[in-house]
């Protein structure tokens, strides 16, 4: 046996699907046909305790039930302090050639290779139990099991952060989450404490605007951004560095849903995001994305505007262009959400040979905290153990004991150096072939202080704000109104808006119209902001992608709808890539024009339009009065106009003369009475929604 296996923790090598075969990891519920205890025993009677007679108390000597019992009030471990609510998968990772002129990390090393990776999105500030669609940042880690280790990416789908010295973490959280004093509101911003924390502190100015636009409401985890958000450090074999900021890419391209829908859709399905994953995966949907860096050297950083240290700044695409590395793809859901969504511990510090960290005091703090809260959360420094952490490569250490340790340690050496040889000698460290970290002159004197490199807050937020298409910048103002005019407290949004004025006088006097208030004197600004050059990859609608794929087309069929219409649809929907769901007044299904049955997915009153990305509504001879007679079908067709949907039409006179709409017809709601209209509306879906519907008529 060779030393590392030796000393190995149990479970390394192959993928846990392969682990998993042999029954010897993983317990699955249907692994034996007895129900027994935990420790084996077989279960007579899981129905019934043990009593004293038929009416009498329950016996201690009752062990299965004790066991049971016991087992169940110790199920809870706690959440996550931040991005408690979250929804994992797994996937591959694929280089997409030899990228080690930039890095010696062996996963980026040839084209094809393949790395295992388990990806966790979340919502940052709701709880466990939270809903989806809350305006909020999206996490977006990534565990790569690489052959020299485990790579955590622990990155948002928004590429700065609200502050840049870690010390201010625990305030921004205790701001943004639940009022101490209250216990709510729950998974949102939208309240005095975040406000008033974002409005003393001008350095989250840049990021609010991000929040406030529609990154915060993605129209599905596959349809959103990744990014390290830090600047992190390449290494090559021969020790020369790069920074470098990591971007995910999406392949669907980038989708965000409107804010009125985001508030329906979290009551018709709070678990949107975690079930359009799941749907997706499940039905061979594997979403994907590009992984790639901004490369760049300390010229660059030495002349860039800003600090390359400083998380609230990005470096635009414009200047420092995305070089791809490669291509993710999901391609498995979890067999159990607890043992792996919940017990996948991400950290900053894991990074195999080759990837290194900046000075960035963000991640500096960041790479200190994650191994903490592990602890906390998991219970035993032995949490590397768990299968979803356990690395794929060998593993050999000296680190011993613990609680739940489940590795069989062998030989006799547990120290180093030792003078044993063969199986009881030991690992030995790798030397150059470890993680060898950059080697960087450090000088200076001990000083809690910010760098004046770091004081300009607002320029880029400027250069958001003006790189946003005219809709994007509506939707930007209404969210701010939104938000502050959930503040109580008057003084909040005085000090939000006096910061406002430094970014753009535009943009605070229509959030004040909005808020119907004075527009305050700006804010004093530590640096003057100036105009930078806009920056158009940080726009979503600018970018958008002119597909279907991978969306959900929302069919509302009334009695006697044209089955042969039906089909088409259908059809025409899965072509470009996307799904479709039929939706009736009963669940039960409709009767269609050729006398079948159409079962449904959903009754309309639980299957509201807010669920699709775009709608038809098939009448048919007598389903015209009765959707308009129906409360549910009458907002499915108000809502998908309101929301700026492409709509088709057939048989649908009466619900539009019953909603209101009849004569407002636009270039995005067709009419479905011909073969030819099928074609023209699938293709019509791929494009925007139509946002120039004036929906306040
Ligand atoms: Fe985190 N963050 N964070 N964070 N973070 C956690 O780790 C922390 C920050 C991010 O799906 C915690 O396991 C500090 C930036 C994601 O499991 C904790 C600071 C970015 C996730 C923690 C930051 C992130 C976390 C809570 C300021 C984007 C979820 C539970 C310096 C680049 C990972 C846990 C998952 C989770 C600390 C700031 C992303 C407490 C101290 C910036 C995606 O360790």
Redesign the pocket.
């Given at each position: 046996m060779s030393p590392s296996k030796k000393t190995s923790d149990a479970r390394q090598a192959g993928p846990a699907s392969e682990r998993g075969q042999g029954g010897e990891l993983h317990q699955r519920a249907g692994d034996g046909e007895v129900l027994t205890t935990a420790h084996g025993v077989p279960v007579q009677d899981d129905q019934n305790s043990l009593r004293a007679g038929e009416r009498g108390p329950t016996l201690m000597s009752d062990m299965a039930f004790r066991e049971k019992i016991f087992h169940f009030d110790h199920e809870r471990i706690p959440e996550?302090?931040?991005?408690a609510r979250?929804y994992?998968a797994h996937g591959v990772f694929e280089s997409s050639g030899d990228h080690s002129d930039i890095t010696r990390a062996s996963l980026f090393a040839e084209k094809g290779k393949k790395t295992d990776v388990f990806v966790?999105?979340?919502t940052?500030a709701g709880n466990m139990g939270s809903f989806d669609l809350a305006r909020d940042v999206r996490?977006?880690?990534t565990k790569f099991y690489t052959d020299e280790g485990n790579w955590d990416l622990?990155?948002?789908n928004i590429p700065v952060?609200f502050?840049q010295d870690?010390v201010k973490?625990p305030d921004l959280v205790h701001a943004v989450k639940e009022e101490q004093d209250r216990g709510f509101p729950q998974a949102q911003s939208a309240h005095d404490t975040f406000w008033d924390f974002a409005g003393l502190m001008p350095e989250s100015t840049h990021m609010t605007l991000w929040q406030m636009s529609d990154r915060a409401i993605p129209r599905s985890f596959r349809m959103m951004e990744g990014?390290?958000?830090?600047t992190f450090r390449f290494l090559t074999a021969d020790g020369t560095s790069s920074f470098v900021k990591f971007h995910w890419k999406p392949k669907l391209g980038l989708q965000s849903v409107v804010w009125n829908e985001a508030l329906k859709i979290n009551g018709a399905d709070p678990d949107f995001h975690r079930r359009d994953l799941y749907d997706a995966i499940e039905s061979g949907d594997h979403p994907q994305w590009e992984l790639g860096v901004q490369v760049f050297d300390d010229a660059f950083a030495d002349e860039f505007d800003f600090d390359v240290l400083d998380?609230t700044k990005i470096i635009p695409e414009e200047l420092v262009p995305v070089r791809v590395l490669g291509t993710m793809t999901l391609n498995r859901t979890v067999d159990n959400v607890f043992s792996e969504t919940e017990q996948?511990?991400?950290?900053t510090q894991n990074v195999p040979p080759g990837i290194d960290f900046s000075n960035d005091p963000?991640?500096q703090?960041?790479n200190?905290?994650?191994l903490?809260?592990?602890l906390k959360?998991l219970g035993s420094t032995n949490f590397t153990q768990l299968e979803i952490n356990a690395p794929r490569c060998p593993v050999a250490h000296f680190q011993r004991d613990g609680h739940m340790q489940t590795a069989h340690q062998r030989g006799r050496a547990n120290y180093e150096p030792n003078s044993f040889t063969g199986e009881d000698r030991g690992p030995r460290e790798a030397g150059a072939a470890g993680h060898v970290p950059f080697a960087e002159e450090v000088s200076g004197t001990t000083r809690r202080i910010r760098a004046e490199s770091f004081a300009d807050h607002y320029s880029q937020a400027r250069q958001f704000w003006v790189s946003q298409t005219p809709v994007e910048q509506d939707h930007i103002v209404a969210a701010y109104v939104f938000e502050l005019g959930k503040c109580e407290i008057p003084a909040i949004r005085t000090q939000v808006m006096a910061n406002l004025r430094n970014v753009d006088e535009q943009l605070a006097s229509r959030v004040a119209d909005g808020l119907g208030m004075e527009l305050p004197a700006p804010s004093e600004a530590a640096v003057q902001p100036v105009d930078l050059d806009p920056s158009p990859a940080v726009s979503i609608l600018g970018n958008a992608k002119e597909t279907f794929e991978g969306r959900k087309l929302g069919i509302l069929v009334g009695r006697g709808a044209d089955a042969a219409q039906v089909d088409r649809l259908r059809k025409a929907v899965e072509k470009a890539g996307g799904m479709t769901q039929v939706v009736a007044v009963a669940v039960g299904g409709e009767s269609l024009s050729d006398g079948s049955t159409l079962e449904a997915d959903h009754a309309v009153a639980g299957g509201p339009s807010v669920l699709f990305d775009a709608v038809a509504i098939l009448a048919g001879e007598e389903g015209g009065q009765q959707l308009a007679d129906e409360p549910a079908a009458r907002d499915f067709l108000t809502d998908a106009f309101n929301h700026f949907k492409v709509v088709g039409l057939h048989g649908a006179d009466a619900l539009l003369a019953a909603t209101g709409l009849d004569g407002k017809t636009d270039e995005a709601i067709l009419v479905l009475g011909s073969a030819e209209d099928v074609t023209s509306f699938v293709a019509r879906c791929a494009g925007p929604r139509h946002w120039d519907r004036d929906i306040t008529a």
């Open positions: 996550r302090v931040v991005h979250g994992g966790r999105f979340s940052v996490g977006f880690a622990v990155g948002n952060f502050i870690a973490f990014f390290g958000v830090h998380a996948v511990a991400f950290m963000l991640l703090g960041r200190f905290s994650y903490d809260t592990q959360r």
